[in-house]
Structures are given as structure tokens and as C-alpha cells.
């Protein structure tokens, strides 16, 4: 017996946390009817087929979290790498909301994928506002035109539209150098919501909402796939090779940082250090792990607090006097960071009264 589709939908529905207007947004466009019929539930593992087993589909559809729907690219490879997915619904309800996106808005959506989330736009923003999505593959946004048809959404191939204003423009990838080029599509009063990377490669990425496109807070952070005209190889795991050189301890461990989510907010405190995520082997089982580094220094946070390192700078003694400055100051809400957008210069960090962070491009 297959799922009911319409009724896992419903209940997604139910369990959004967002306000009534997103919410029938969303309702108006079940999900199923924009994921494809191949998805990828294990990213590095193999694709599951629709077909194959219905179920397991409608299940992982349905999971409030982000569908892989595309890996390398289109192509093959030994490792199956994310390259495109319909992004967890509560996610992009809080983007929307961020925006202001309203009837009778202008809206530009980066990166169109399946075009499930400028569906919900273009219900957003009805007959007399409009939705303009630009999608880099050509496939990927064929595809996301035949399911878009009669919303009104405009969806062009490419990596930003040569013309327009808008109210709102919203990324649904992240970028570590804001483009001047989605910038300058903005009316004055206007709102860029994106994925803001602090680095090159890796690492938490908190969801900026910038008036102007220039200056604003950060309203909460995900997972994003990184847009393709930034893309850089995934540089070496911190300490891969190396002798450890340095053995310590500090007041915190990595579980307690992931517990009580405040490692975004040591990495905005942090421009200096790169800081990523890793699991090792730890007392006979696999833990997550927290490892720094930068320039010819590196360094391994474990979870009870020890640390291993190496190269001339102690990075969790670093760490430790920044997170004791956040701690002193009563660790501000991630929303209480504020991004500033420079041009030709590092983008610049605050909160409630700390910094400025400048993080250098």
C-alpha cells in the first residue's frame, strides 16, 4: 500500500513552526510534487529510486529536514557530494519571514533547485507582486519550470538576473563573499536574506538578513550548499599527518559547545581560527570532536575538554579567552549578531556591544 502523500504533507504542515500567512503558503504546495523521483537519504551512499521503495520516499520526504536531490553535480563520482536539495521547510519559512516577503513584493530567489520554496513565494506575494528565481544548471531549472507552471514564477538559468529590482532577494545557498551583484539588484528599502559562510570551506553557516543588503542580523543557521561560483577545494582535515605537539586542557569540551549551540557564535568571535566539525575514536566508541586551525597551528578540542595540538600558536588557549569573553558577556542570542557588509573588505561581525570581528576574504 503506498503513503498517502497529501496527508504527510498535512502534517508537516501542522508541525511548522511559522506564521499563518508561510504556513498556508506551504500548504498550497504540497512537497511530493516537487521532489524528483531520485533522492539521495544517505549523501555518500547510494540514490533511492521513488519507484523502489515508495515508502522509504514519502518518508524522507516528509521528515522536516533538507532533500538531497542531486549529487556531483548531475555527474559520478567514488563519493557522492550534495550538489543541489529542497531545503528543510522550517528553514525556509524562517528565510521568508526574515525577508518580509509580503503581497505585492518583488522577489529574486537564488538558486531555483527543485522550485518548491518560489512556490510558496509566488502564493506569498500573489497577482500583483512577482517571483524572478535563477537557477546555474540548465537541467535542474527545466525541471523546476515544468513544476512551476501557472504560479507566474519566472525562473532564468544562470547565476543572477542582468536586470530588475527587488524587494526581497533570498539565497538558498550560502556564500562567504556577499555579491555585490545580488546587492545591487535591491530596491532601497530592501532585504537580502542568505546563508552567510565565514569561510572558504566548512564550517557553521549562520542565515543573515541584511537591509540594504549591507548591514543586519543573523536570524538562525543551517546546512547550505555553497554557491557554485564560489566553490573552492575542501581543504585538509586540521592536524591530518601531523605530531601532536601540545597537550592541555580547557573549561568547556566539544559536547558541551554542540549542547548548548554555541559554536556559531565562538566561530563569529573567532575570525582568526578556522574551527570545523570531525568525529574521532574516543573511550572505544566515535565522538564528535571540535578541530582549529590556523595558518601552520592546528589543534583538536575533545569532549571532555582536553585538547591535542600542534605548530606555534596554542589555538584552544585562544579559543578559551574568546569564549570567556562571550561568556562574561551572558553569551548574547545568535540573533543579537549583527553582519556588516564592507566592499573590497572583511565583512564585519558585532554583538551587543562586542567586537567588531572583522572576517577577512
Given at each position: 500500500m503506498n503513503p498517502d502523500l497529501d496527508d504527510l504533507h498535512t502534517r508537516l504542515i501542522e508541525r511548522m513552526k511559522a506564521p499563518d500567512e508561510i504556513r498556508a503558503a506551504f500548504a498550497a504546495h504540497p512537497r511530493h510534487r516537487f521532489i524528483p523521483d531520485l533522492v539521495w537519504p544517505e549523501p555518500q551512499g547510494l540514490p533511492l529510486a521513488r519507484s523502489a521503495d515508495p515508502r522509504r520516499w514519502a518518508a524522507y520526504v516528509y521528515d522536516d529536514d533538507a532533500v538531497v536531490t542531486q549529487a556531483n553535480d548531475g555527474g559520478s563520482g567514488m563519493i557522492n557530494t550534495p550538489s543541489s536539495s529542497s531545503s528543510a521547510p522550517e528553514m525556509m519559512a524562517g528565510m521568508i519571514e526574515a525577508a518580509g516577503v509580503a503581497p505585492g513584493a518583488r522577489v529574486l530567489e537564488i538558486g531555483t533547485g527543485t522550485g518548491w520554496n518560489a512556490a510558496v513565494l509566488a502564493s506569498l506575494v500573489g497577482p500583483s507582486g512577482s517571483v524572478t528565481s535563477v537557477e546555474i544548471e540548465r537541467e535542474v531549472a527545466e525541471q523546476a519550470r515544468e513544476r512551476l507552471a501557472g504560479t507566474g514564477v519566472r525562473v532564468i538559468v544562470g547565476a543572477v538576473p542582468t536586470e530588475g529590482v527587488y524587494d526581497a532577494v533570498i539565497?538558498?545557498?550560502?556564500?562567504?563573499?556577499?555579491?555585490?551583484?545580488?546587492?545591487?539588484?535591491?530596491?532601497?528599502?530592501?532585504?537580502?536574506?542568505?546563508?552567510?559562510?565565514?569561510y572558504e570551506s566548512g564550517g557553521p553557516t549562520p542565515i543573515a538578513a541584511l537591509s540594504g543588503g549591507r548591514e543586519g542580523?543573523?536570524?538562525?543557521?543551517?546546512?547550505?550548499?555553497?554557491?557554485?561560483?564560489?566553490?573552492v577545494p575542501a581543504p585538509r582535515f586540521p592536524g591530518m599527518g601531523r605530531e601532536i605537539e601540545r597537550k592541555g586542557a580547557v573549561p568547556f569540551g566539544a559536547e558541551e559547545l554542540l549542547e548548548r549551540d554555541l559554536l556559531t557564535r565562538l566561530v563569529l568571535a573567532s575570525p582568526g581560527i578556522w574551527i570545523t566539525l570531525g568525529a574521532r575514536p574516543w573511550q572505544e566508541a566515535t565522538a564528535p570532536i571540535i578541530a582549529l586551525e590556523a595558518g601552520e597551528s592546528w589543534a583538536y578540542l575533545w569532549p571532555d575538554g582536553s585538547t591535542t595540538g600542534g605548530g606555534p600558536s596554542d589555538l584552544p588557549a585562544e579559543l578559551a579567552e574568546i569564549h570567556a569573553v562571550l561568556d562574561g558577556a551572558g553569551w548574547p542570542e545568535l540573533t543579537e549578531f549583527t553582519l556588516e557588509v564592507l566592499d573590497d573588505r572583511p565583512h564585519r561581525v558585532r554583538a551587543a556591544g562586542l567586537g567588531p570581528w572583522d572576517h577577512h576574504l
Open positions: 539565497a538558498t545557498c550560502s556564500a562567504h563573499r556577499v555579491p555585490l551583484e545580488w546587492v545591487r539588484h535591491l530596491s532601497a528599502e530592501g532585504v537580502l536574506v542568505l546563508p552567510w559562510a565565514p542580523r543573523f536570524t538562525g543557521d543551517g546546512s547550505f550548499m555553497r554557491d557554485r561560483t564560489q566553490r
